[in-house]
Nanobody, 131 residues
Framework: QVHLAESGGGLAQPGGSLRLSCAAS????????IGWFRQAPGKEREAFAC????????YYTDSVSGRFTISRDNAKNTVYLEMNSLKPEDTAVYYC????????????????????????WGQGTQVTVSS
């Protein structure tokens, strides 16, 4: 059974940094696209960072581009999210998710990521940005 576990959330000051991890068990991540999502209070969940299954292609929404970096370590079966220059509007519960389908063209993987059409989700980790 697939299990994804996020960690690394917490409280950060505006302009600060956090690094989130998403560790998988019962599942090998290296054949699948991965996404990071977040849901702020009163808002819908949004996809903001996606990484391809095979060649490391990444995509970021404008809200995080240039500040956040998604990466994967297949040997550790873990995906990371480096968050810099944090803003109060980054406050949300952060989730990682993986595409339950195996490798496909990047445009398909990205589309699924942006729609949140992934089969396995972590439980989420809270990130709060406040002074």
């Amino acid at each position: 059974q697939v299990h994804l576990a996020e960690s690394g959330g917490g409280l950060a000051q505006p302009g600060g940094s956090l690094r989130l991890s998403c560790a998988a068990s019962g599942y090998t991540l290296d054949q699948h696209a991965i996404g990071w999502f977040r849901q702020a209070p009163g808002k819908e969940r949004e996809a903001f960072a996606c990484i391809s299954s095979s060649d490391g292609k990444t995509y970021y929404t404008d809200s995080v581009s240039g500040r956040f970096t998604i990466s994967r370590d297949n040997a550790k079966n873990t995906v990371y999210l480096e968050m810099n220059s944090l803003k109060p509007e980054d406050t949300a519960v952060y989730y990682c998710a993986t595409d339950h389908r195996s490798r496909g063209p990047w445009y398909q993987e990205l589309g699924r990521c942006l729609r949140g059409d992934f089969g396995s989700w972590g439980q989420g980790t809270q990130v709060t940005v406040s002074s």
